[in-house]
């Protein structure tokens, strides 16, 4: 097992939680999606560790939380400016970004915005503009949330996410997880969930020139897998991976996802 850290960053305006582990010389950052609104990322980083611990020995592996308070109505774009902020803090001057679902947004804005800071960018299930199949996704896990409905929220996730493979395999655990779990926060989930909605880097994209690998899923229910397509096209001499047979979950199903990463990482192929 590698060396880790649970950690908190206390910083003027805001305070942000995040793990640490791995015993690399590079270092790579996860910014993970919406479900970080329902849970930061506090107290994880055994669990996480044993989950990339392929990704240990060649790099420093950071996961960074959204801030613990967000603001009402707070965008992809200032939540990347929170995390530019927190990387500076902590002495990151360069690193590997790897941004999932809405942690995808957010590395958008951040190569976008902070060039200088991303080394190499990774976007996985993602998109740079709403679409249909989105809205309707979101406005949906957004009534949950007013409702208070975590479970139903963990359903319709693992649901639109999986293969049926593994929803066989797993639909005891969550609907369990769902009946007895619960958020601290719906209001930072919320907060999350509706800024996917507005988010826009599409006319933007053109200004990531660091290389930059594109996953997506073609059975993505959630963001489509036109999207990964789409940004793909946009970003210059971006490389495009589309997945069969999986969808949004795909970085947990996909047996190669951390290979196809590490390598990038290492060597852009």
Same mark, same amino acid.
């Not at 804005?109 to 976007?123: F, K, N, T």
């Not at 660091?210 to 993505?220: K, S």
């Given at each position: 097992?590698?060396?880790?850290?649970?950690?908190?960053?206390?910083?003027?305006?805001?305070?942000?939680?995040?793990?640490?582990? /791995?015993?690399?010389?590079?270092?790579?950052?996860? !910014?993970?999606?919406?479900?970080?609104?329902?849970?930061?990322?506090?107290?994880?980083? !055994?669990?996480?560790?044993?989950?990339?611990?392929?990704?240990?020995?060649?790099?420093?592996?950071?996961?960074?939380?959204?801030? @613990?308070? $967000? +603001?009402?109505?707070?965008?992809?774009?200032?939540?990347? %400016?929170?995390?530019?902020?927190?990387?500076?803090? $902590? /002495?990151?001057?360069?690193?590997?970004?790897? /941004?999932?679902? &809405?942690?995808?947004?957010?590395?958008?804005?951040?190569?976008?915005?902070?060039?200088?800071?991303?080394?190499?960018?990774?976007?996985?299930?993602?998109?740079?503009?709403?679409?249909?199949?989105?809205?309707?996704?979101?406005?949906?896990?957004?009534?949950?949330?007013? @409702?208070?409905?975590? @479970?139903?929220?963990?359903?319709?996730? =693992?649901?639109?996410?999986?293969?049926?493979?593994?929803?066989?395999?797993?639909?005891?655990?969550?609907?369990?997880?769902?009946?007895?779990?619960?958020?601290?926060?719906?209001?930072?989930? $919320? !907060?999350?969930?509706? +800024?996917?909605?507005?988010?826009?880097?599409? %006319?933007?994209?053109?200004?990531?020139?660091?290389?930059?690998?594109?996953?997506? /899923?073609?059975?993505?229910?959630? #963001?489509?897998?036109? =999207?990964?397509?789409?940004?793909?096209?946009?970003?210059?001499?971006? &490389?495009?991976?589309?997945? %069969?047979?999986?969808?949004?979950?795909?970085?947990?199903?996909?047996?190669?996802?951390?290979?196809? #990463?590490?390598?990038?990482?290492?060597?852009?192929?």
């Amino acid at each position: 097992m590698s060396l880790f850290e649970n950690g908190t960053l206390n910083l003027p305006g805001m305070t942000m939680d995040y793990i640490r582990f /791995g015993r690399g010389k590079t270092p790579l950052v996860m !910014i993970p999606g919406v479900g970080d609104g329902l849970r930061t990322v506090k107290g994880m980083a !055994i669990p996480f560790a044993f989950l990339y611990r392929s990704l240990a020995r060649d790099f420093t592996v950071y996961v960074f939380s959204r801030e @613990r308070q $967000l +603001s009402p109505k707070m965008s992809t774009r200032e939540m990347a %400016e929170h995390l530019n902020t927190a990387l500076e803090a $902590l /002495g990151l001057s360069s690193v590997m970004a790897v /941004g999932v679902s &809405q942690g995808g947004m957010i590395a958008q804005w951040l190569a976008i915005d902070h060039p200088e800071r991303i080394e190499r960018l990774v976007l996985v299930v993602t998109l740079s503009r709403p679409n249909e199949t989105v809205r309707q996704v979101i406005a949906r896990w957004i009534g949950m949330a007013e @409702r208070g409905d975590f @479970r139903g929220i963990m359903q319709d996730t =693992a649901e639109r996410s999986y293969s049926e493979k593994r929803l066989r395999q797993m639909r005891r655990w969550y609907m369990l997880a769902g009946l007895f779990g619960k958020s601290s926060s719906m209001e930072r989930f $919320l !907060i999350q969930a509706e +800024s996917c909605l507005t988010h826009d880097a599409y %006319e933007c994209l053109d200004r990531i020139l660091c290389p930059t690998l594109v996953i997506g /899923g073609e059975e993505d229910q959630i #963001v489509t897998g036109q =999207a990964s397509v789409e940004m793909a096209g946009r970003i210059p001499g971006a &490389q495009l991976v589309m997945v %069969e047979k999986l969808g949004h979950g795909l970085y947990e199903e996909a047996p190669d996802f951390l290979q196809r #990463v590490q390598r990038f990482c290492l060597d852009g192929k």
